[in-house]
Structures are given as structure tokens and as C-alpha cells.
């Protein structure tokens, strides 16, 4: 019989009934919000800009976490976002969303504003010297969820026009853990197997 040595996974969905052009709209008036100022400070902080509460950018959040708990695990919820505005010509550095002290959990992204040749999203990381890199183009309308703990990046953007995506990470309450032990749904296809 086959078992894993090691997997991991991400899971893919289309999303209906979001106002992507509101949102797009809400994301653009916060552009010059960034998470972090500080341009020498080498994170991928300079390059994303604060979400906004409006009425359509956090029903887009409820639409999100709904994903997860129905397909993924039902103790997961959202618990930071952001948006990302990829101008021509940029890419964004290769990072993780890992937390330190915190177990494994889900990272999201979802896109509002896409043009072909926008810049794929790579997810790239290595098992002692095998690279493994995959990587998905991305269209309006669709969510992805990930390892948080994997690494990824964006190519270049080699369209004429911005492109627009909304990230977070979701995570249980230190509480559910035992349940989620119980019953992980999906969690460990997504995070990772091993064993
Ligand atoms: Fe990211």
C-alpha cells in the first residue's frame, strides 16, 4: 500500500457573488497605506497595502472563511488580510507567511483584478537538494489556498495594467486543536503530511 513520505497541497476554487470591481475600487483608495513604511527593511511589508472594511471587501472575507471551514477545516477562520497591488514591471520577493510559535496553518490568496501575463504566482521550496516549484496563473475571481509555511513569490507583471490581489492567513483557536485532531477535514492535505 502506498502511504506518504511526504505531501502537502493547495486547494483551488472559483468565487461567485463578489463585487470584485468594488473591491478593486476600495483596495486603489488605500494604496499608499502599506503595512510597513520602511523600504530598506527587506519584507515584502513595503508592497501590501491595509484591506479596508467596507461592505464589499469583508463580505468577501465571510465568502473566504466559508471556503475554508465547508472544504478545509471548520475550526479555521481568517485572522489578518491585506491587499497587493502589482504595478507593470514589478514582482514581489520570495516569502512565507509562517508565524514563529505558531503550528502550521492556512494562508489564502484571491484575485480581484488580473490582465493576462500579470504575473503567475510560484510556489517554490526544496526536499534536501530536489527543488520543487509550481506555479498557477491567476484569474479574477479565483482563491487559493496554501501552506502558510511555503514559500512563493509573484513574476514579473509584463501586462500594461495594475493587478490586484487579497491575501490572509487563517488559523484555529489554540482551544479547537483537539477537535481538529478529531476531525482535520482537509487541513493536512493542505499543510503537509509526513509519516
Ligand atoms: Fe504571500
Not at 513604511?37 to 497595502?49: I, L, M, P, V, Y
Amino acid at each position: 500500500m502506498y502511504s506518504p513520505i511526504f505531501m502537502c497541497g493547495k486547494f483551488i476554487t472559483q468565487l461567485s457573488n463578489i463585487d470584485n470591481d468594488q473591491i478593486n475600487e476600495d483596495v486603489l483608495l488605500r494604496k499608499n497605506m502599506k503595512l510597513d513604511d520602511d523600504e530598506t527593511a527587506g519584507n515584502t511589508f513595503t508592497e501590501d497595502s491595509y484591506y479596508p472594511e467596507t461592505e464589499a471587501c469583508s463580505k468577501l472575507i465571510q465568502e473566504v472563511d466559508k471556503v475554508i471551514q465547508e472544504k478545509i477545516n471548520k475550526y479555521f477562520s481568517t485572522y489578518n488580510q491585506w491587499a497587493h497591488i502589482l504595478e507593470p514591471n514589478e514582482s514581489t520577493m520570495i516569502h512565507t507567511h509562517d508565524s514563529p510559535g505558531l503550528p502550521s496553518h492556512l494562508s489564502w490568496v484571491y484575485y480581484s483584478k488580473t490582465e493576462p501575463n500579470c504575473g503567475n504566482i510560484v510556489w517554490q521550496t526544496t526536499i534536501h537538494n530536489k527543488m520543487i516549484s509550481m506555479e498557477e496563473t491567476p484569474k479574477v475571481g479565483t482563491l487559493i489556498v496554501f501552506p502558510n509555511w511555503m514559500p512563493h513569490f509573484t513574476k514579473k507583471n509584463i501586462s500594461n495594467d495594475i493587478r490586484i490581489s487579497i491575501s490572509g492567513n487563517a488559523k484555529a483557536d489554540e482551544k479547537d486543536y483537539g477537535n481538529i485532531m478529531k476531525d482535520p477535514g482537509g487541513l493536512f492535505e493542505v499543510v503537509g503530511h509526513a509519516g
